[in-house]
């Protein structure tokens, strides 16, 4: 196949355009600096929510700790630029292997536990992995890093978001990703096709790991501030919310389901009191009327099978 | 060796405690499967239940202990019947969401109810220590309290799983849901008893803890429902004994690493034995092991 068959071009002319654009609005003063951060917030949960997806979505492997290689990233970034003095694409590139790296250690012990004995485990490092950013006198503790310097601009974000999708989606249409996808699939079938499943589990699970990292570094070099708090188990909920919500298995759905949550969660913001009460009211109306998701194909195994909550014990 | 005992005793304190939660995680998820990540939140609101009877009615300790229990039984199968039986045939995913969905929504809910600021709960317990072998390690009335009452429930609970006709027809469902149905045991039923049964435990542990500790906030329930849920799958999730053991080691352990200099690692303390045992035995320390088929 062609490389710059139509089909890619006009992909290729749509993204550099909607680049094109976006900045020209940024520079006029269009697009102002209370909007940008929605946006750049969007940018980070669209990274966050279609890495997850690789994970959760297209190999089955049900993760609750994905906000811990976000929090890695961003403590790798802000070392680097605020400590080290170094350049952002150092910062994002220490980010990425940083958390690349903590997804391989934790990926090889933990992925051997399938289902939601996998959650809890992935759950637990999470949790530990907070415990020590809160203890640690270097990175600030629990008073946090400061003074970040703030390199995530239009640029920086866009072209991270597109590659990460990008790369993905390119991923998931490869050898290797049709492996991951028949894990998510049914994994013993696989294992009996001659998939090696623990290679390509710990291969999705870093590779999910290596973006969240990245979106870890932009979140760190914009907000000036990193706090280990902020990456706790709501936050992995809320990435994986993005990625059910939008549907399992779809990067489009991903994209869709973050850019509409985040636009809700800013509607939500006018009423403080009720906003958490309101949320999961939404929650819970999309997980009863909805719970395949915006894009969810209902050919995927996870959905066609009923009654998988009762279903015996190992099941995803 | 006097801190030890002292120690020893606010261990099981606290340990009994994380089991009575863990009790209701662990029937819940032996007979549909899900995590009930609400459950941590009606201990929250069984600890308010408790602080409104006893500061605003003036109820007796046990009194109260009853009424909140009751209260919780109720709180739990309309949470069931509102939100988990229309997922019951969902994804576990799209349940587990769920359950995230109604834990929000109970912390919320209720912080804009009674605000977010921490209540001092009455003193309702006489405040005698007495000194154990002679030595200054004391025993708080409060601690005795504590242990004898969830010993007795948990005793109830034995009695109710083996030797009732509900207990037979819940373990009858953890086994084998068709064949139970098969058998002409009421599911929904069955499944209303089991959430009855782990609220009010729940409950229970929340006017404990309120009397214990004496401060309730809305977010209580978050670190010590994730801590009983940890203790659960230590032990084996699904297996009521495995909760009880679990919740004393967990108990224990968080003690023992607290009082030797450790008290801002206990959390993850926790964490780490989790994962080491589900790294050595992925169904808990006395979970069955079940064979996969094809």
Redesign the interface.
């Given at each position: 196949m062609k490389l710059f068959n139509k089909k890619n071009t006009l992909s290729m002319l749509a993204v550099l355009g909607v680049y094109a654009i976006a900045g020209l609005l940024i520079n006029t003063g269009f697009i102002d600096s209370y909007i940008f951060l929605n946006i750049v917030l969007i940018g980070i949960n669209i990274i966050l929510a279609v890495s997850l997806n690789l994970i959760?979505g297209f190999t089955g492997q049900?993760s609750l700790g994905h906000a811990a290689f976000m929090s890695i990233g961003a403590y790798a970034a802000g070392i680097l630029t605020a400590k080290l003095d170094q350049p952002f694409w150092v910062g994002i590139a220490g980010a990425a292997l940083f958390a690349a790296f903590a997804g391989i250690v934790i990926g090889i012990?933990?992925l051997?536990?399938k289902?939601?004995?996998l959650?809890?485990?992935t759950?637990?490092?999470a949790?530990?992995v907070k415990?020590?950013g809160?203890?640690t006198e270097y990175i600030g503790g629990a008073t946090g890093l400061n003074d970040i310097p703030r390199y995530t601009t239009w640029t920086w974000l866009y072209f991270c978001v597109a590659a990460t999708v990008l790369l993905i989606s390119n991923f998931i249409k490869s050898y290797k990703g049709r492996a991951c996808i028949a894990i998510g699939e049914d994994e013993?079938a696989a294992e009996a096709m001659g998939v090696n499943t623990t290679y390509y589990k710990v291969l999705a699970f870093t590779l999910g790991a290596f973006f969240a990292g990245i979106a870890g570094a932009l979140y760190a070099n914009y907000f000036y501030f990193l706090k280990p708090d902020s990456f706790g188990?709501m936050k992995s909920?809320d990435i994986?919310?993005i990625v059910?919500f939008g549907g399992?298995g779809s990067i489009k759905g991903s994209i869709i389901g973050a850019i509409l949550l985040s636009v809700i969660s800013l509607f939500l913001q006018g009423i403080p009191?009720?906003?958490?009460?309101v949320?999961?009211?939404i929650?819970?109306l999309i997980?009863?009327y909805r719970?395949q998701g915006i894009m969810g194909k209902s050919s995927l195994k996870?959905?066609r099978?009923?009654?998988?909550?009762?279903?015996?014990?190992?099941?995803? | 060796m006097e801190q030890l005992t002292q120690q020893f005793v606010n261990g099981v304190s606290l340990g009994s405690i994380y089991a009575l939660i863990a009790l209701g995680y662990t029937m819940v998820y032996g007979i549909?499967?899900?995590?009930n990540f609400a459950h941590g939140d009606i201990y929250m609101i069984g600890a308010y239940i408790g602080f409104a009877l006893t500061s605003f009615l003036h109820v007796g300790f046990f009194p109260a202990l009853i009424i909140s229990m009751l209260l919780c039984a109720l709180l739990g199968v309309l949470i069931e019947k509102v939100?988990y039986k229309?997922?019951?045939?969902?994804?576990?995913?799209?349940?587990?969401?769920?359950a995230?969905?109604?834990?929000?929504?109970l912390?919320?809910?209720m912080m804009?109810f009674v605000k977010a600021e921490t209540r001092t709960f009455p003193e309702l317990l006489p405040n005698k220590q007495i000194s154990i072998l002679n030595t200054s390690a004391v025993l708080d009335i409060k601690n005795i309290y504590i242990i004898f009452v969830t010993i007795s429930l948990m005793l109830v609970l034995q009695y109710t799983i083996y030797k009732t006709k509900v207990g037979k027809s819940m373990r009858a469902v953890s086994l084998d849901?068709d064949a139970a149905q098969l058998m002409g045991i009421d599911m929904n039923k069955t499944i209303s008893y089991t959430f009855a049964i782990g609220s009010a435990l729940a409950g229970a542990a929340g006017v404990l803890v309120g009397t214990y500790y004496n401060s309730i906030n809305p977010l209580m329930g978050v670190v010590p429902g994730?801590k009983a849920?940890?203790a659960a799958?230590i032990g084996g999730?699904g297996v009521i004994p495995g909760a009880v053991l679990g919740g004393f080691f967990l108990g224990m352990t968080e003690t023992m690493v607290s009082a030797f200099g450790g008290s801002?690692?206990k959390?993850?303390v926790a964490?780490?034995i989790?994962?080491l045992v589900?790294?050595a035995k992925?169904n808990g320390l006395l979970g069955r092991n079940?064979k996969?088929?094809?």
């Open positions: 959760t049900f012990p933990t051997r536990l289902g939601d004995y959650a809890i485990a759950l637990g490092f949790e530990i415990i020590i809160l203890n013993i188990f909920i994986l919310v059910v399992m009191e009720l906003r958490m009460v949320y999961s009211l929650l819970f997980m009863v719970p996870f959905f099978k009923r009654g998988v909550l009762y279903a015996n014990h190992q099941g995803k | 549909i499967k899900l995590i939100a229309p997922v019951r045939n969902s994804t576990r995913i799209a349940a587990l969401i769920t995230i969905s109604v834990s929000l929504f912390e919320y809910g804009y849901r994730l849920f940890v799958v999730i801002l690692y959390d993850a964490f780490a989790l994962i589900l790294l992925p079940i996969e088929k094809v």
